[in-house]
Protein backbone atom coordinates (compact mmCIF):
# COMPACT_ATOMS: atom_id res chain seq x y z
CA UNK A 1 0.00 0.00 0.00
CA UNK A 2 2.70 2.25 0.63
CA UNK A 3 4.70 1.68 -2.47
CA UNK A 4 1.32 2.40 -4.36
CA UNK A 5 1.05 5.66 -2.55
CA UNK A 6 4.75 6.76 -3.16
CA UNK A 7 3.72 5.80 -7.16
CA UNK A 8 0.96 7.68 -6.94
CA UNK A 9 2.61 10.78 -5.17
CA UNK A 10 5.70 10.90 -7.81
CA UNK A 11 3.39 10.61 -10.70
CA UNK A 12 0.70 13.06 -9.86
CA UNK A 13 4.20 15.82 -8.83
CA UNK A 14 5.61 14.76 -12.34
CA UNK A 15 2.04 15.42 -13.95
CA UNK A 16 2.24 18.77 -11.83
CA UNK A 17 5.57 19.99 -12.76
CA UNK A 18 4.33 20.09 -16.47
CA UNK A 19 1.39 22.50 -15.76
CA UNK A 20 1.84 25.83 -16.12
CA UNK A 21 -0.85 28.91 -15.27
CA UNK A 22 -0.50 32.39 -16.15
CA UNK A 23 -2.85 34.82 -14.43
CA UNK A 24 -3.19 38.21 -16.35
CA UNK A 25 -4.06 41.29 -14.86
CA UNK A 26 -4.20 45.19 -16.17
CA UNK A 27 -2.93 47.57 -13.82
CA UNK A 28 -5.14 49.12 -11.27
CA UNK A 29 -6.92 52.57 -11.87
CA UNK A 30 -4.48 55.38 -12.32
CA UNK A 31 -4.71 58.92 -11.68
CA UNK A 32 -6.38 60.36 -14.52
CA UNK A 33 -5.55 64.48 -13.79
CA UNK A 34 -2.68 65.49 -16.56
CA UNK A 35 -3.34 63.48 -20.08
CA UNK A 36 0.04 63.78 -20.78
CA UNK A 37 1.58 61.88 -17.89
CA UNK A 38 2.92 59.02 -19.49
CA UNK A 39 3.50 56.99 -16.05
CA UNK A 40 1.07 58.34 -13.87
CA UNK A 41 0.70 56.31 -10.06
CA UNK A 42 -2.68 54.77 -8.76
CA UNK A 43 -5.58 56.71 -7.39
CA UNK A 44 -7.06 55.83 -3.98
CA UNK A 45 -9.52 53.62 -5.84
CA UNK A 46 -6.51 51.92 -8.09
CA UNK A 47 -4.11 52.04 -4.11
CA UNK A 48 -7.94 49.92 -2.72
CA UNK A 49 -7.57 47.63 -6.00
CA UNK A 50 -4.17 46.16 -5.84
CA UNK A 51 -5.06 45.63 -1.96
CA UNK A 52 -7.75 43.16 -3.14
CA UNK A 53 -5.87 41.61 -6.20
CA UNK A 54 -3.21 40.99 -2.82
CA UNK A 55 -6.58 39.40 -1.36
CA UNK A 56 -7.58 37.59 -4.32
CA UNK A 57 -4.00 36.07 -5.10
CA UNK A 58 -3.30 35.23 -1.23
CA UNK A 59 -4.99 31.65 -1.17
CA UNK A 60 -3.10 30.46 -4.53
CA UNK A 61 0.39 29.77 -4.96
CA UNK A 62 2.72 31.83 -7.32
CA UNK A 63 6.26 31.29 -8.31
CA UNK A 64 6.44 34.85 -10.47
CA UNK A 65 5.04 38.38 -10.88
CA UNK A 66 6.13 40.28 -14.04
CA UNK A 67 4.99 43.60 -14.05
CA UNK A 68 5.68 46.40 -16.99
CA UNK A 69 8.05 49.33 -15.62
CA UNK A 70 5.20 51.78 -14.63
CA UNK A 71 4.91 53.17 -11.37
CA UNK A 72 0.72 51.60 -11.99
CA UNK A 73 1.67 48.34 -13.23
CA UNK A 74 4.64 47.96 -10.07
CA UNK A 75 2.36 49.19 -7.47
CA UNK A 76 -0.83 47.07 -8.54
CA UNK A 77 1.34 43.90 -7.96
CA UNK A 78 3.53 45.42 -5.17
CA UNK A 79 1.36 44.55 -2.28
CA UNK A 80 1.38 41.11 -3.56
CA UNK A 81 4.87 40.70 -4.04
CA UNK A 82 5.54 41.99 -0.68
CA UNK A 83 2.65 39.35 0.95
CA UNK A 84 4.26 36.17 -0.81
CA UNK A 85 7.50 37.54 -0.83
CA UNK A 86 8.39 37.39 -4.12
CA UNK A 87 10.55 39.66 -6.37
CA UNK A 88 8.42 41.62 -9.37
CA UNK A 89 10.45 40.84 -12.57
CA UNK A 90 10.10 43.54 -14.93
CA UNK A 91 9.38 43.19 -18.74
CA UNK A 92 8.58 45.34 -22.03
CA UNK A 93 5.25 44.05 -23.68
CA UNK A 94 6.93 45.04 -27.56
CA UNK A 95 10.10 42.40 -26.75
CA UNK A 96 8.43 39.48 -25.15
CA UNK A 97 9.29 36.04 -27.20
CA UNK A 98 5.91 33.96 -26.09
CA UNK A 99 7.74 30.82 -26.91
CA UNK A 100 10.54 31.30 -24.93
CA UNK A 101 8.37 32.83 -22.49
CA UNK A 102 6.27 29.87 -21.73
CA UNK A 103 9.25 27.90 -21.85
CA UNK A 104 10.83 29.56 -19.22
CA UNK A 105 8.03 29.42 -17.03
CA UNK A 106 6.88 25.89 -17.60
CA UNK A 107 5.41 24.33 -14.75
CA UNK A 108 4.99 27.99 -13.24
CA UNK A 109 1.97 29.77 -11.71
CA UNK A 110 2.59 33.28 -12.81
CA UNK A 111 1.01 36.56 -12.46
CA UNK A 112 2.09 39.21 -15.48
CA UNK A 113 0.40 42.85 -14.75
CA UNK A 114 -0.13 44.72 -17.90
CA UNK A 115 -2.25 47.71 -19.81
CA UNK A 116 -5.57 47.75 -21.31
CA UNK A 117 -3.65 46.99 -25.09
CA UNK A 118 -1.22 44.39 -24.17
CA UNK A 119 -2.82 42.12 -21.39
CA UNK A 120 -5.63 40.84 -23.60
CA UNK A 121 -3.04 40.71 -26.79
CA UNK A 122 -0.49 38.45 -24.19
CA UNK A 123 -3.27 36.70 -23.36
CA UNK A 124 -4.04 35.63 -27.18
CA UNK A 125 -0.24 35.07 -27.46
CA UNK A 126 -0.28 32.70 -24.79
CA UNK A 127 -3.03 30.74 -26.27
CA UNK A 128 -2.67 31.19 -29.67
CA UNK A 129 -4.89 32.72 -31.59
CA UNK A 130 -7.15 36.08 -31.26
CA UNK A 131 -9.99 35.67 -28.43
CA UNK A 132 -9.90 38.84 -26.34
CA UNK A 133 -9.99 41.89 -27.46
CA UNK A 134 -8.74 45.36 -26.57
CA UNK A 135 -10.00 46.41 -22.78
CA UNK A 136 -12.25 49.45 -22.39
CA UNK A 137 -9.57 52.09 -20.56
CA UNK A 138 -11.61 52.24 -17.42
CA UNK A 139 -12.02 48.59 -17.07
CA UNK A 140 -9.48 47.43 -14.46
CA UNK A 141 -11.33 44.32 -13.16
CA UNK A 142 -10.38 41.31 -15.94
CA UNK A 143 -8.03 38.34 -14.86
CA UNK A 144 -7.56 35.94 -17.59
CA UNK A 145 -6.47 32.78 -16.16
CA UNK A 146 -4.71 30.98 -19.20
CA UNK A 147 -3.66 27.10 -17.99
CA UNK A 148 -1.64 24.65 -19.75
CA UNK A 149 -1.28 21.19 -18.61
CA UNK A 150 0.02 18.50 -20.39
CA UNK A 151 -0.01 19.53 -23.79
CA UNK A 152 -3.90 20.65 -22.88
CA UNK A 153 -4.52 24.01 -22.90
CA UNK A 154 -7.87 26.01 -21.02
CA UNK A 155 -8.21 29.72 -20.57
CA UNK A 156 -11.16 32.14 -19.40
CA UNK A 157 -12.16 35.91 -18.69
CA UNK A 158 -13.39 36.47 -14.81
CA UNK A 159 -14.14 39.88 -13.57
CA UNK A 160 -13.00 40.55 -10.06
CA UNK A 161 -14.82 43.62 -8.78
Given at each position: ?25 RHAEKIRVDSSDRDPDLNEKGKERAL ?110
Open positions: MKILFLVLFILSNNLNDNCSTFYLIRWSEYFSNIKLSKIYSTNYKRTINTVQPLASEKKLEIKLYVPSEIEYEEFMSNNKGESVLIAGHSNTTPFFANALIGEDVYSQIDDFNNSNLYIVNICNNELNHRLIKVE
